[in-house]
């Protein structure tokens, strides 16, 4: 060795044995990352063997499960567009919508009339033997006689009418 060398080496060794402890530390850092060795598909066959092993298997999935999926999704699609050509046609239905709707609007105006005021009698006593007969209550079938002749006056027999009204009655 050259002095050069020697004298270089006495330097680094020197400051070791006054620095241990950072010598120490640095040493352990070093262990600590120093890193791991690693294998190579070149180096090391097992990883070539297994990803042909898995590539084979990916093939035959793709191949044997994929079509048999590929299938499956053909089959779903023509019954989702049979169910909606034939079974549940759009064109239909929003003609149904179209025609329920216009039967609740005409619902809606028939109501509109039935809720009309027919009623026309402005005196009370015709009043009340108009409520009889609009009120659509049977119970007030009993009362309608005694209402008409409060208004209109007792119905005559046939044999206390006029001969004009028993003649116009008979020729029917």
């Known amino acids: 060795m ?3 060398i020697r004298t270089a080496f006495r ?3 020197g400051w070791i044995r006054t620095h241990k402890v950072r010598t120490a530390c640095l040493g352990l850092l070093l262990i600590l990352l120093q890193p ?7 180096i090391d066959p097992c990883c070539a063997i297994m990803a042909a092993g898995l590539s084979s298997i990916a093939n035959k ?3 044997v499960v994929g079509g048999g999926l590929n299938r ?3 089959i779903e699609q023509s019954i989702q567009s049979f169910e909606q050509t034939v079974v549940w046609p759009v064109s239909l239905i929003n003609q149904a919508r179209a025609l329920v709707s216009t039967l609740g609007n005409i619902s809606t105006q028939i109501q509109g009339v039935m809720k ?3 009623n026309s009698a402005t005196r009370i006593i015709p009043q009340q033997l108009e409520q009889n007969l609009l009120s659509a209550d049977a119970s007030q079938i009993p009362n309608t006689a005694a209402a008409f002749t409060a208004v209109y006056g007792a119905v005559p027999n046939a044999s206390q009418s006029s001969p004009r009204v028993s003649e116009a009655g008979a020729g029917q």
């Not at 791991?36 to 070149?42: L, N, Q, Y």
């Open 61 to 63: 999935l793709s191949s």
């Open 36 to 42: 791991e060795p690693v294998k190579s598909i070149i």
């Open 72 to 74: 499956i999704q053909s």
């Open 2 to 4: 050259t002095p050069r």
């Open 116 to 118: 009309l005021p027919v």
């Open 11 to 13: 330097k680094i060794f």
